[in-house]
């Protein structure tokens, strides 16, 4: 492991700890008060779970983060820490002295949380080659060659700022899960079958473009022509497939708050589901820059489901619709 690979993995590990120490001091606080009035700053944490999460979220990752990144010049962190922040969020949520839930309903979606974050954060180091922070986001990177000098304070808000009301919005149903005591009932498992396959069509879709990637990779050193395109396996039927997963995963979870009567949870999926929706068509504008796939990609296009897996259209009804 090179001197930087090592540093960036000890910032990862240690950057949440004042989140987590704090969290279990104020546990800590409250299991020795033996039942004295508690001062203002831990009974607003105790009565407020919700916000308690933002304000650990915004010092923690916002300003934290933020600061990290400009020491580093980059802001890979977040893209890291989205497979991490669900699961603390998870637990935080089930051990807050407020919470009240089913221990069954819980365990399972606390399992789940777990096997997602396994999924996605093999993905991230298996896309990195098993780097700590060797790149950031190329979104990011655009933008700041895009704001040049103003990119300093607008990172605050595009990187990190926007990502807790992402994260936060989209872990909502695992607040609802730890906020009503109701037994499992058969939407539990109809939820918990979505999450599922919502995982598996990421895995392996994830795996595909990966496959996919290294091959042309390989092509190249050797100086062959690449494949221009990705359409086998689950890429026939979608140009986004590992998106689609994703999104099944969040809404998966949303079945789960909405069972339990907090419906109003979809806002944080809805919303997530909108950004992805932009960047969807920002990676496709990109993959059209691209002079040695722009044309294959083109007809893809027009021949393929954007995200939800369907038949392919075949390219005799394309010229006629255009026709």
């Given at each position: 492991m090179s001197r930087s690979n090592l540093k960036n993995a000890v910032v990862a590990f240690l950057v949440p700890l004042p989140s987590i120490l704090f969290y279990l001091y104020f546990l800590n606080h409250l299991q020795s008060n033996n039942g004295a009035s508690l001062s203002h700053l831990w009974s607003w944490?105790?009565?407020?779970?919700?916000?308690?999460?933002?304000?650990?979220?915004?010092f923690n990752v916002n300003v934290l983060f933020w600061v990290i990144g400009h020491i580093q010049c980059s802001?890979?962190?977040?893209?890291?820490?989205?497979?991490?922040?669900?699961?603390?969020?998870?637990?935080?949520?089930?051990?807050?002295?407020?919470?009240?839930?089913?221990?069954?309903?819980?365990?399972?979606?606390?399992?789940?949380?777990?096997?997602?974050?396994?999924?996605l954060t093999h993905n991230y180091f298996r896309r990195e080659n098993w780097q700590w922070g060797a790149r950031e986001d190329w979104r990011f990177t655009d933008?700041?060659?895009?704001?040049?000098?103003?990119?300093?304070?607008?990172?605050?808000?595009?990187?990190?700022?926007?990502?807790?009301?992402?994260?936060?919005?989209?872990?909502l149903?695992?607040?609802?899960?730890?906020?009503?005591?109701?037994?499992?009932?058969?939407w539990d498992f109809?939820?918990?079958?979505?999450?599922?396959?919502?995982?598996?069509?990421?895995?392996?879709?994830?795996?595909?473009?990966?496959?996919?990637?290294?091959?042309?990779?390989?092509?190249?050193?050797?100086?062959?022509?690449?494949?221009?395109?990705?359409?086998?396996?689950?890429?026939?039927?979608?140009?986004?497939?590992?998106?689609?997963?994703?999104?099944?995963?969040?809404?998966?979870l949303v079945v789960f708050a909405?069972?339990?009567?907090?419906?109003?949870?979809?806002?944080?999926?809805?919303i997530n589901s909108m950004c992805l929706a932009y960047v969807t068509v920002l990676v496709e504008q990109r993959m059209l820059r691209q002079e040695y796939r722009a044309e294959?990609?083109?007809?893809?296009?027009?021949?393929t489901s954007a995200c939800v897996p369907w038949f392919k259209s075949s390219i005799v009804a394309v010229k006629d619709k255009h026709t």
């Open positions: 944490c105790f009565h407020h779970p919700l916000l308690l999460a933002n304000a650990l979220f915004f802001n890979w962190m977040i893209d890291l820490y989205w497979t991490v922040i669900p699961v603390l969020l998870v637990y935080y949520y089930a051990t807050h002295p407020s919470a009240q839930f089913d221990r069954l309903r819980s365990k399972l979606v606390i399992v789940l949380t777990w096997v997602w974050s396994i999924r933008m700041r060659r895009q704001y040049g000098k103003h990119w300093w304070w607008m990172s605050f808000f595009v990187v990190y700022f926007s990502q807790q009301i992402f994260l936060i919005g989209i872990c149903p695992l607040y609802a899960v730890h906020s009503v005591d109701k037994p499992l009932n058969i109809v939820a918990a079958l979505v999450c599922l396959c919502g995982i598996v069509i990421a895995y392996f879709a994830d795996t595909q473009l990966h496959d996919f990637v290294t091959r042309n990779r390989k092509l190249k050193e050797l100086g062959k022509p690449m494949v221009p395109n990705l359409d086998r396996r689950l890429w026939r039927y979608s140009r986004h497939p590992n998106y689609f997963g994703e999104q099944l995963w969040w809404w998966g909405w069972s339990l009567g907090h419906g109003w949870t979809f806002v944080g999926a809805l294959a990609y083109s007809l893809y296009q027009k021949t």
